[in-house]
Nanobody, 116 residues
Framework: QEQVVESGGGLVQPGGSLRLACSAS????????MGWYRQVPGKQRDWVAH???????YYADSVKGRFTISSDSTKGSVYLQMNSLKTEDTAVYYC??????????WGQGTQVTVSS
């Protein structure tokens, strides 16, 4: 069974940076897209960014220009470089992987806290 594991969350001051990483293990078929959502307690899970197999990168307006997504599809890995972090970026960040065959797989989430 596929598993997706995230790492890299933590506490950072406003204006700081963090890099999230996500890796898939198991029988992941060719990957169509990978990306990130985030969720604040009591609110819906919001899309942050994703990258497609042809290299297309897409960002939510709230993170455009500050976050950069990259991937290594051969390893089933996706990364999110987060710069100029704001307090409103505080959330649990969830990685997802969309294979060409099969259902979306989610990670367990990693907490990002931006606070002084």
């Amino acid at each position: 069974q596929e598993q997706v594991v995230e790492s890299g969350g933590g506490l950072v001051q406003p204006g700081g940076s963090l890099r999230l990483a996500c890796s898939a293990s198991g029988s992941i078929f060719s990957i169509n897209a990978m990306g990130w959502y985030r969720q604040v307690p009591g609110k819906q899970r919001d899309w942050v960014a994703h990258i497609t197999s042809d290299g297309g990168r897409y960002y939510a307006d709230s993170v455009k220009g500050r976050f950069t997504i990259s991937s290594d599809s051969t390893k089933g890995s996706v990364y999110l470089q987060m710069n100029s972090l704001k307090t409103e970026d505080t959330a649990v960040y969830y990685c997802f992987i969309d294979p060409y065959i099969g259902a979306r797989t989610w990670g367990q989430g990693t907490q990002v806290t931006v606070s002084s």
